[in-house]
């Protein structure tokens, strides 16, 4: 199964569309102070008009630069914030009308906002999940033993969250996100502010997660490192609006980005010439050549080594925010 | 993967459908069933019960800093009271209304406003919590938010209000004249009751305001403590348009003037009919359903734009 099919094959039993939505607007009234007392009314539409279908299990990121809509719209998919149109369900509920009957059923980590509570130890957080969510006793145990285990938490449960480091305190949240067992799990940037080791350990906690308990991920972030590893399918929105879903190489031919091969020669030499590339930086007897990431290194490569004195060469991935953020601009200047 | 997802799917719904549920859990909470007003009052006792005892624990985390704050708590209540004591002793009356008959006011009013803040005298944090964003947090919860919030910041050490109010009404009981009818006595218990009810409808309907209006804790401060601090003094000490707005406005007239002047055989500034004296609980109650309507509408409104 591709990820390209799975915007297409909507109808393909309830699991294709465990998240569905169509349409879905949310606009703001925003009122601004012009004057002493004069004030103007004007309408912000955050989101505007979303369709999408994320299949259960399915791990996707949801990036966008900041004001774009993504909070907005994760807000809507958790039922804190009612669309203003649109249609929307999760696991078959809409979020907006039945709240607390969806809650029982999604995991939600904000990532700059902790739920545990500050002074008490980390267990006694997860304790109040334990009633509040009605967890049955046994699969709280088993639960719990998971991420303790999985999270590297054992030495931190009895310790009051304030003394937590960001990192321990997001492994904290996450595991609490998912003792109740969610079948969603919302993460809102499960990254900000953590160091290499920390992001590596709650990487790979939601790699396994999604991969043995088939819990379906939307995660949001602004580290697309997070999404290189976790997520094969992407969705780009700006402006309210979805402006690409797929795969994350598929991003690439879409913001026309360019691999970089980069060569060592024998001594310097004024810029290359060949076909199907161009020479975007020189620096001594090494040069950078941009060709579309679409195309094939292989015959750019042959075609240099048959021409010039070839000693090293290296190819350079796309970086996917500048691809990004060339999407973007395009939007903009369009 | 697939099949053994879908099995995860059935359990789960034939858990629903067989009462599979935690044993602590009534029936009618579970996942599915319509919740009705009784199950989600039960949920939100539950809630609150939860949290208030997490806060409880919090606040221990700190015992000095609990007990200091608890007997800085009863200690200014107390010298609130000093200041009523210093006026007697240059007056033997406040508005015709000799010391005991004034303690009596005054305990009555500071023990029902003393219970609503010790229970949900947070509220008036709301508007930080949606200035700050942690409102959304409670609204991920599988309880009602009403609840999350009124046990938000749940501290004992407001007992101390509740202390020294019980001890000035305890005091007036014994030292006020009154010719004691079993009506006059069932009416103080009545009284401290419905006036709790009746200020934790004024914090309720304020914080729901506060949805639209994000810095008006100290507009909901004016009529929790400001109406407060009002009836602890009798009503023939302020002007009539003060006691009409107290009586027909903002009702915490009902709280202890109504139902107090009766016990004390005074009459009320305005005609009203004696009956009116025993109407507390009847107010209590809808002030309580307008405010959760308040409260309804305001979440509404913050779940439709926001913030």
């Keep these: ?334 | 993967m697939a099949e053994r997802l879908r099995q995860h799917d059935t359990r789960q719904e034939a858990g629903a459908a067989a009462g599979d549920v935690p044993r602590e859990a009534p029936s009618g909470l579970r996942d599915g069933t319509p919740e009705g007003p009784l199950t989600r009052a039960l949920d939100g006792l539950r809630a609150y019960r939860m949290i208030s005892a997490m806060w409880i624990r919090s606040t221990m985390a700190y015992r000095a800093s609990f007990a200091m704050t608890t007997f800085g708590n009863f200690a200014a209540t107390v010298l609130d009271f000093v200041a009523i004591l210093l006026m007697f002793s240059q007056v033997d009356a406040l508005g015709g209304y000799g010391l005991a008959e004034v303690a009596f006011l005054y305990g009555a009013a500071s023990t029902a406003f003393g219970l609503a803040d010790l229970a949900i005298g947070s509220m008036d944090r709301l508007g930080r919590r949606v200035r700050d964003g942690t409102l959304d947090t409670l609204l991920v919860r599988p309880a009602p938010v009403l609840a999350q919030v009124a046990a938000d910041r749940f501290a004992l050490r407001r007992l101390g209000r509740v202390t020294q109010g019980l001890l000035i009404l305890g005091y007036a009981l014994f030292a006020v004249d009154i010719a004691w009818t079993p009506l006059k006595v069932l009416m103080i218990p009545l009284m401290v009751v419905s006036g709790a009810a009746i200020f934790a409808a004024v914090f309720v309907a304020g914080a729901a305001f506060q949805f639209v209006a994000q810095d008006a804790s100290e507009v909901q401060n004016a009529f929790t403590y400001g109406g407060n601090t009002l009836l602890q003094y009798p009503p023939t000490v302020f002007g009539k348009d003060m006691v009409r707005g107290a009586t027909f406005l903002v009702p915490i007239a009902f709280v202890n003037w109504l139902p107090g002047l009766y016990v004390l055989g005074r009459p009320y500034p305005l005609a009203l009919p004696t009956w009116a004296a025993f109407t507390p609980p009847l107010v209590a109650v809808a002030c309580c359903a307008l405010a959760g309507l308040a409260w309804r509408a305001g979440l509404r409104s913050y779940r439709s734009t926001g913030s």
């Design chain 1, 1 to 334: 199964m591709t990820t390209a099919e799975h915007t297409t094959d909507i109808d393909d039993g309830p699991d294709a569309g465990f998240i569905a939505l169509d349409g879905v607007e949310k606009v703001f009234d925003v009122r601004r102070k012009t004057g002493f007392l004069r004030r103007e009314r004007h309408q912000v539409r955050a989101v505007d008009g979303i369709t999408f279908r994320v299949r259960r299990g399915e791990m996707v990121g949801y990036i966008g630069p900041n004001g774009a809509g993504k909070s907005t719209t994760i807000k809507m998919l958790t039922g804190i914030l009612t669309p203003s149109g649109g249609r929307l369900r999760v696991a078959g509920i809409d979020p907006a009308r039945e709240r607390t009957r969806l809650a029982r059923r999604i995991g939600v980590v904000f990532g700059q906002r902790t739920t545990l509570w500050w002074d008490l130890p980390l267990i006694d957080s997860y304790r109040l999940m334990h009633r509040m969510y009605r967890i049955p006793d046994r699969r709280y145990a088993e639960n719990l033993d998971r991420c303790v285990q999985l999270l590297d938490l054992a030495d931190l449960l009895d310790v009051p969250v304030r003394q937590l480091s960001l990192g321990q305190r997001m492994r904290g949240d996450i595991a609490a996100a998912l003792l109740h067992d969610p079948e969603v799990l919302y993460l809102d940037e499960p990254t900000i502010g953590l160091d290499v080791v920390s992001k590596a350990k709650v990487r790979e906690f939601l790699r396994d997660l999604n991969a043995e308990a088939g819990t379906t991920v939307l995660l949001t972030t602004h580290d697309l490192t997070d999404i290189e590893q976790l997520c094969r399918r992407v969705m780009v929105i700006d402006h309210g609006r979805l402006m690409y879903d797929g795969p994350l190489d598929g991003l690439h031919e879409v913001g026309e980005s360019e691999r970089t091969l980069v060569v060592d020669l024998e001594r310097e030499l004024p810029p290359l010439e060949v076909e199907s590339a161009r020479v975007v930086k020189v620096e001594g007897p090494r040069q950078w050549l941009a060709f579309p990431a679409a195309a094939s290194a292989a015959p750019l490569v042959a075609a240099v080594a048959a021409r010039y004195p070839l000693v090293d060469l290296s190819v350079r991935e796309p970086d996917i925010e500048a691809v990004i953020a060339k999407m973007y601009a395009d939007r903009v200047t369009s």
